[in-house]
């Protein structure tokens, strides 16, 4: 019995220390959520609102 709790100890306090993968998982999310974010900007880019608005403003730069 003394034997399994030295095993299970020794296990957890393991388990509890490891963290190699955790910087990989983070750098995903991150650059999920740049991928998210820049899908948004390029469909909102798209719009014709927006293109419409920049092209006022360069248009205005150029002429003045």
Request: glycine share 6%; with cysteine; charged share 15%.
């Amino acid at each position: 019995m003394s034997q399994l709790r030295h095993l299970s100890a020794s296990l957890l306090c393991r388990l509890r220390n490891e963290d190699e993968g955790a910087a990989t998982a983070e750098y995903a999310i991150v650059i999920m959520a740049a991928v998210a974010l820049g899908s948004v900007l390029l469909l909102v880019m798209q719009s014709g609102a927006v293109q419409s608005i920049i092209e006022d403003l360069v248009v205005g730069a150029f002429t003045i």
